[in-house]
């Protein structure tokens, strides 16, 4: 499967955007999507997950203000992110986890830009 993301973009501190990873194939069998972020000079974090089960799990930096979300039907995993701090300027990546027994396999998208400007 190939992973789409888009919707960054330059925004200013305290503003939002919505984040979308479109994905080329079902993402229903899917156990988790998730979004990941990459600032300069820094590792790839995890922002937040959702299971196929729509369970959510976020980063402490970003509970209460961003929001994770799938629509099967459009195969597609979103990240609405709201009151944006300058310290979110990353490229973020969205994810597909898949695991059965003893494999697992996980795709990444390519990235999106997303800059906050103070």
């Known amino acids: 499967v190939q992973l789409q993301a888009s919707g960054g973009g330059l925004v200013q501190a305290g503003g939002s955007l919505r984040l979308s990873c479109a994905a080329s194939?079902?993402?229903?069998?899917?156990?988790?999507m998730g979004w990941y972020r990459q600032a300069p000079g820094k590792l790839r974090e995890l922002v937040a997950t959702v299971s196929s089960g729509d369970s959510t799990n976020y980063a402490d930096s970003v509970k209460g203000r961003f929001t994770v979300s799938r629509d099967n039907a459009k195969n597609t995993v979103y990240l609405q992110m709201n009151s944006l701090k300058p310290e979110g300027t990353a490229v973020y990546y969205c994810?597909?986890?898949?695991?059965?027994?003893?494999?697992?396999?996980?795709?990444w998208g390519q990235g999106t830009l997303v800059t906050v400007s103070s």
């Open positions: 994810s597909a986890d898949y695991y059965k027994g003893d494999y697992s396999a996980k795709y």
């Open positions: 194939g079902s993402i229903f069998s899917f156990n988790a």
